[in-house]
Each structure stands twice: as C-alpha cells, then as structure tokens.
C-alpha cells in the first residue's frame, strides 16, 4: 500500500512598503571640501517591489508517500535616488554598504553595486527614467550631488541598506585629496547656495594663508553634515591650522601664528616678524603697587 502524503507551506512576511530609517531621511544634505566619507540622505524613492521566491522541497517514504516542504521567501527593489552633498562633487571612489567594500578599479564602485552618479552641476539634466516613468516627479536636483537606480535591491527588511560614500568634494589641492582652508573658507563663506551671506567685499586677501597652510601640510577635507553656528565652525579650524581670524579695515583677515619660515608642497612660506609696537613701562598704567605685567601659567 502506498503511503499517505502532504504539503507543509511556509512564508515570511511579506512588506509592502519601503522602510525609512531616520539614518536614511531627513538629514541635512552635506557640505564638504577635500575627500570624506559621507552618509547619503534619501531624497526620493519609488516603485517599490516585493517579489515571492518559492521552494519545494520532497521528503518521505517510500511508495508515493512523504511530505512537501514550500517555502516562501521575498526580495525587495525600488527606485531611489540618495543625496550625496551641496555643490559639485567629483566623484565616489570608493563605497561602504554593510560590511561590503567597493572600490575604483577596472570596474567603479557605484557600477559594482549598480548605482549611477549625478554630480550636482546646476544645470544637471533629469534623470531620463524618471523623465519617461514619473514625469511629474521628475526633478533636476540643481546643486546636489547624487546617486541613483531603478530596480535597486533592498535589504532583507525592505530598507536602504547602509551606505556611507567616500566621495572627492571641491577645493583639492592638485594631486591631493584634501583641500586649502585658504580656499574653501572664503567659498564657504560667500557661496550663496550654501554660504553665510557674506559680501566679497567684506573677505581681505587670503593668499598668505593660502600658502602657510599649503607650506606647513595644514590640508583639511571638513564634512558639515549637521547644523552648526558657522562661528564654530571657524573656530575649529583657526585653531587646527594655528591661525587667528580678525577684523581689520572693515575685512576679515587671517594671521597665522607661526614665525618660522617653512617650505613644503612647492611653496615657501615666509612669517612677517616686523615687530607691530614697541611697549616700554611708560606705556602701561599698573594700579598702585602693581607691576606692569603679570603672567600667569597654568598647569
């Protein structure tokens, strides 16, 4: 006599929507100078798909009988474009996703996992695919730098996975990767997409500091991915490259602290030690009893 038989099914839940994390939206898209490693913000998604893939599997007695085992799993795809940076960017050498690491070689990095790249031109053209498949959705994203793909795999719980893009911003040194604070702190400042509202005007010449960074290897690639004072920001890197912003003639000048003459990258940089005021004792008003200079010296 033959052997009873059966069918045992199961199946994982199945998603229906692409699943946002905070660490994927919402985030300021980045400013950044020099080469860093970035977090994309997911500016736009679409077409989202979840395809059924189904197993069977026979096991059993002999004569006819035994059990089917059927198993349902899904993949996940859509449609996303993820912001990269403000401005024109130069490209993404190399990409983080989970554990995995892409690198330029014969083939790019975005075309191993798949992604195209728009590189924030003001005048960028619409990504064609939405042009055709969602015309009403289809932006240029002026001034934003992106990467983009239809059909994009999804992770196992229908979300981005974890991107972070090693990507080459403006203001790179010739044959370096980072860049000249002589150079992107005036662009910075008076970029009027991204910068503070200042007035060319208002910005002396930068060319000394321009060299004492370059001659001293004071090369920066600063990334500006959350909103900050800007006066903070500054700060941070007059004291990184040992150097003092001040106002002087109605212009923001910066003097550096160093009194050496330095050679490097091709450029020597030479200190103006010309001393700016000769002080004697007549020239201080001590309180009575007071010495006319005290110095204090912390541990």
């Not at 994982?12 to 985030?27: K, T």
């Not at 500006?224 to 007059?238: F, G, I, K």
Request: charged letters at 20%; glycine letters at 12%.
């Amino acid at each position: 006599m033959g052997g009873g038989s059966g069918t045992i099914s199961t199946s994982a839940p199945r998603i229906d929507a692409l699943q946002v994390q905070r660490s994927a939206s919402g985030s300021p898209i980045v400013w950044i100078a020099g080469r860093g490693r970035i977090s994309p913000n997911l500016i736009y998604y679409t077409d989202f798909e979840a395809v059924a893939h189904t197993t069977k599997k026979k096991s059993g007695g002999k004569g006819g009988g035994g059990v089917t085992q059927k198993d349902t799993t899904y993949t996940y795809y859509a449609t996303i474009i993820l912001g990269l940076g403000v401005g024109e960017l130069g490209g993404v050498p190399r990409i983080f996703r989970d554990k995995e690491v892409f690198e330029d070689g014969a083939i790019s990095a975005l075309a191993q996992i798949g992604l195209n790249f728009a590189s924030g031109e003001r005048d960028q053209d619409v990504w064609g695919y939405l042009e055709t498949n969602h015309a009403l959705e289809a932006l240029t994203y002026s001034d934003t730098a992106y990467v983009y793909a239809s059909d994009y795999l999804l992770n196992d719980n229908a979300g981005v996975p974890n991107h972070t893009f090693e990507v080459d911003g403006p203001y790179q040194v010739s044959g370096l990767p980072d860049a000249n604070p002589g150079v992107f702190i005036p662009a910075l400042l008076t970029d009027p997409i991204s910068g503070v509202g200042f007035d060319s005007l208002w910005i002396a010449d930068f060319s000394n500091y321009e060299d004492y960074c370059l001659a001293e290897g004071l090369l920066l690639s600063p990334v500006l991915d959350e909103q900050t004072p800007a006066s903070d920001v500054l700060s941070r890197w007059m004291t990184i490259t040992n150097s003092e912003m001040v106002w002087s003639g109605g212009k923001l000048k910066v003097v550096p602290y160093g009194d050496e003459e330095v050679t490097g990258n091709g450029v020597t940089w030479t200190p103006d030690n010309t001393p700016v005021a000769s002080l004697g004792l007549d020239d201080f008003l001590p309180g009575e009893g007071e010495p006319p200079v005290t110095v204090k010296i912390r541990s």
